[in-house]
């Protein structure tokens, strides 16, 4: 979205925005695809997870990746047994406040997140 504030102003997205909406409601809203008084059950999963990555497996694709970007870029070295002050070091670079008191949100790139979810699905 800031990308379309930024090309068209903020009254001119706003003014967007509205017309869509009203267009979205005339239209009776969104459509759910389940009856809303019985909504389907969600099951916990049932199948086996298999065993988790090695560090090192984790260590090999990361330190593989190519860190692209402006301005100067990092030497991406992988620390498989960080301490606490490695940690406070990552965190001070790394880490932002969020709106909601002590909760915080990480502040890293797309290609890491994407390591992450695969790491996830493992």
Request: aromatic share 8%.
């Amino acid at each position: 979205m800031k990308f379309l504030i930024k090309a068209m102003g903020w009254d001119g997205y706003r003014e967007e925005y509205e017309k869509e909406r009203e267009g979205i409601r005339a239209e009776g809203g969104a459509k759910l695809f389940f009856d809303p008084n019985h909504p389907p059950v969600e099951n916990a999963p049932t199948e086996v997870r298999g065993p988790a990555p090695s560090p090192s497996d984790v260590a090999t694709p990361v330190s593989s990746s190519v860190v692209r970007g402006s301005g100067i870029t990092p030497d991406v070295k992988p620390q498989l047994a960080p301490t606490s002050a490695d940690f406070e070091r990552w965190k001070k670079t790394n880490v932002r406040p969020q709106r909601q008191g002590e909760a915080i949100r990480p502040s890293w790139s797309p290609s890491l997140s994407r390591r992450l979810a695969d790491l996830a699905s493992i």
